[in-house]
């Protein structure tokens, strides 16, 4: 498993503990979804403006969102095991963390977890699909170790 991880804010420092707990979650994800952690991700920390900008050239939403998932197409994906790409907002994850209240570690995973999932090809637009979404979720939540029942309802 290679993750490339590109921090483009300033923030909330990235530490190596909670590079541990992300890396940690990516394989998990894999080894629940694929059975197979041999896929390389892309996963960049960047500021309000600049997902505001992703968000409008690739969604057209003008507005500062907490992550995007941009995943590969399957063929090019069968032929070199990357996975795609998934981009977090660390100001938008704190306040997230804050409103939930949580740690801003703790959000960050679960964004990361629910990144992989769009990667691996779930959505959650209708309501059948978010189920499904919600339950893969939950699963690798709950082996992470930071899943509690009260979330997700």
């Known amino acids: 498993m290679i993750i490339q991880i590109s921090n483009r804010q300033d923030d909330f420092q990235i530490d ?31 500021s309000e403006e600049e997902i505001k900008e992703l968000n409008r050239d690739y969604r057209n939403k003008d507005s500062v969102t907490d992550v995007l998932s941009f995943p590969l197409e399957d063929d090019f994906q069968v032929q070199t095991n990357l996975l795609g790409d998934i981009i977090i907002c660390c100001k938008r994850a704190l306040e997230q963390a804050k409103e939930y209240n949580h740690s801003i570690k703790r959000e960050i995973v679960y964004l990361v977890v629910h990144s992989m999932f769009h990667l691996l090809g779930y959505d959650h637009i209708d309501e059948s699909d978010k189920i499904i979404m919600r339950n893969k979720e939950k699963s690798a939540l709950k082996e992470i170790g930071i899943y509690k029942d009260e979330e997700f309802n």
């Open 16 to 46: 190596d503990e909670l590079r541990s707990n992300i890396e940690n979650s990516i394989k998990i994800c894999l080894l629940q979804e694929l059975n197979d952690d041999n896929y390389e991700i892309s996963l960049s920390f960047v």
